[in-house]
């Protein structure tokens, strides 16, 4: 199988697009697509600081090393990788190093929050979701929290993620199948800045899952490939399946469910504008007089105490 652009050895066939490619010529697409992407979602001038979220996990460092090359030092642009550590005994430690030795040996600065900031670790909660709850819903509430915070503390004007094409694909049709259509309007990339919240924009959106690990592979980006010890009961699981079986069915099936979303945005944004939100006591914006992570933390802390072993 040779490079249809140079007749070199190929190392993958895109199926949506037909297209053979060899490492560099590879590369070299993976780059284009994302620096496109990011001219698409942000605007930066000099002084202004992109928080990114950086997890050490495949699309995470390959975010963090495609941003860092596209800006670096370069425009005045303050680069800054933040990490959350839920609580995660032999899963998180371990990326939490590679992220921390990446950032020293690239002069990016890193920040780390924990769960425990919180009074919670996901490894205390995941005990307690025996009431057709996921440790998935906590974590998902928690790490947003703190990672909103940590970027307004930062004064970053955007948040980057590392949501690929596959995870994009997934939350649209997950939002679709449930009729969440105001979840939807909200998925983002985000365009309007709302008071309290960091502006989210996804560089890799339109990068299959396969080809970040791909790019990760071929660009020597190191990153830790641990999973995550409470994935399975994750809901997102199912979606994957699905989205997995219409791509392998029609190639090009992830392009297109993002693609349409991306039509309907307009639509979505006039008819479900952005609620001026109210502020939780801890700061946090919220559409209630609370947010969720604290009404969650109150949840746990109380049965965290009412599962407590007596003391002796």
Known sequence: MKCDRCGAEAVTFLRYSGAHL??????EFVRRRVSKEVRKE?????????????????????????????????????LVAVTIDEGLVGYRPPSIDIVRRYCADHGIEHRIRAFTELGLTMDEVAPLCTDGTTPCSYCGVFRRKLMNDEAR???AKYLATGHNLDDIAQSVMMDFTRGDIDRLARLGPHTHVRPGLIPRCFPLRMVPEKETLLYALVEHIPFWDGECPYWQAALRNEYRDLVDNLERRTPGARHSIVSSYDQLRPILAKTYPPVVPHFCACGEPCN?????????????????????????
């Open 22 to 27: 060899c490492a560099q010529h590879f590369a």
């Open 42 to 78: 942000v605007v930066l001038h000099t002084g202004d600081t992109l928080a990114v979220a950086v997890s050490g996990g495949k699309d995470s460092m390959v975010l963090l090393s495609l941003l860092n090359g596209l800006f670096g030092d370069r425009n005045g642009i303050r």
């Open 153 to 155: 503390q930062l004064g």
């Open 288 to 312: 209630g007089k609370r947010c969720k992570a604290c009404e969650f933390e109150e949840i746990l802390k109380k049965k965290l105490t009412e599962h407590k072993p007596p003391e002796n």
